[in-house]
Each structure stands twice: as C-alpha cells, then as structure tokens.
C-alpha cells in the first residue's frame, strides 16, 4: 500500500482477501498474511470514513427561513 488509496480500491482489495480467505484453500501462512493485509484496509477504509463523516454538514432552515449549516452527527451518538 505505497500509494494513499481511494476508499473504492481499499474496499476492492478488502473483498478479493476475503474471497480467497472464504475459499479455504489456502496454507495457514498465506492465510495470516492476507489476514494481515485485510485489516490493513479495514483501518484505511475506516480512517477514510471517519473523516468523511467529519466533513459532512447538514444544512437546516428554521421557522423564519433562515438557513444553518451545522455538523452532521448520527442518532445514536
């Protein structure tokens, strides 16, 4: 992982571990290695996420018209 990755390769690469992880065909070793290299974009589709979800804003207006813009949080945070 040289260079920064996009989400979209991150999660590419995530899902082809995955697969071959899923197939049971290969030795324990190249298992935990692809093992390894899966949680690796795990954490850069994570990260990717997370500071997505920073930069997102919800824009409201209120009764008299007036518009805000305020951060985006969940409902459940």
């Known amino acids: 992982m ?3 990755k996009t989400f979209e390769e991150a999660m590419e690469q995530l899902e082809n571990i995955v697969k071959e992880l899923e197939s049971g065909r290969l030795p324990l070793e190249k298992a935990i290695k ?3 290299q899966g949680m690796k974009y795990s954490e850069v589709c994570h990260d990717i996420l997370d500071e997505t979800e920073k930069k997102i804003s919800v824009i409201l207006k209120d ?3 007036n518009i805000r813009e305020e951060p985006f949080q969940l409902n459940d945070e």
């Open 2 to 4: 040289a260079k920064k």
């Open 63 to 65: 009764n008299n018209g």
């Open 34 to 36: 692809k093992f390894e």
